[in-house]
């Protein structure tokens, strides 16, 4: 790269963020780990930092307006200018509609689609002044339909529309938006989903494998590599992208 970049990777104390933030960190960029806990970014900073990288790690509610303004400008002012950010920060409030609560439904709105707007609205200026700037969004297959994720899967639907105005509004500014829709990635988030369902984590990732075309659930690292791309300053030509991370074809 011709500088270095920095990045912000919302949601990255743990799982697919934390993969992520570690993957850009080796790939030359400083690093801003944000989540909810900022003893639990700072960690992963911390691991960054002690494999060479360099990173900060900031807590921050991405829903929450004046936060997010503060944790950008501390960004801008600890590491330099972002002009990578990946949305990534989200949260389950899984049921069928009948059962769903209003709360159920704003929650996961909030951290997803208001979230990613926040972040994007207070990066941007510093992309549009460097006349350089990456943004990936973190959609799911869930965004084609899934059972007793109605709010979930407007969320990341929502995203994928976000994401394809963006590279409409942003492009003359060197600046791409692109989404990644992962399937089936063994995390936390997912585990949570066996537990609920009432099965054990190792027989739930085999009855999902045999659902997937290469034969295996996803990484987080999967994930990683495709954020790496999208990126990158090779990457500049493509830009509007929902890429389907799921071990197959996805209607």
């Keep these: 790269m011709p500088e270095t970049r920095t990045a ?9 963020g934390a993969a992520v933030a570690k993957r850009l960190a080796k790939d030359g960029l400083q690093v801003a780990v944000i989540d909810l806990d900022e003893a639990a970014s700072q960690k992963v900073a ?5 494999d060479g990288g360099k990173a900060v790690g900031i807590g921050c509610d991405v829903s929450d307006e004046a936060a997010v303004t503060a944790a950008v400008e501390r960004v801008a002012s600890e590491l330099g200018a972002p002009t990578v950010l990946v949305n990534n920060a989200g949260v389950l409030r899984d049921n069928l509609i009948f059962k769903m609560s209003a709360d159920d439904w704003d929650t ?26 990456r943004i990936v969004n973190l959609s799911s297959t869930s ?8 709010n979930y899967s407007a969320a990341k639907a929502g995203l994928q529309g976000f994401t394809k105005t963006l590279a409409i509004e942003l ?23 066996a537990e609920r369902v009432g099965m054990e984590f190792e027989a ?7 659902q997937i075309p290469v034969q295996r659930v996803g990484t987080p690292e999967d994930i990683a590599a495709a954020a790496s791309f999208f ?7 493509v830009s509007g992208q929902v890429l389907y991370v799921a071990g197959g074809p996805q209607d």
């Excluded at 912000?8 to 697919?16: C, E, N, Q, Y």
């Excluded at 911390?46 to 002690?50: F, P, W």
């Design 8 to 16: 912000i990777v919302t949601g990255s104390a743990r799982g697919i």
């Design 46 to 50: 911390d691991e960054i930092t002690a």
């Design 108 to 133: 996961v709105m909030n951290v997803h689609l208001r979230g990613s707007f926040l972040m994007t609205r207070a990066v941007q200026k510093h992309m549009t002044d460097a006349k350089f700037g």
């Design 143 to 150: 965004a084609q339909g899934n059972r007793g994720q109605v």
């Design 171 to 193: 492009g003359k500014f060197n600046v791409t938006a692109n989404a990644i829709a992962p399937g089936f990635i063994a995390t936390d988030m997912t585990a949570a989903t």
């Design 204 to 210: 739930f990732k085999a009855a999902a494998a045999q």
């Design 231 to 237: 990126v990158s300053e090779e990457a500049g030509f």
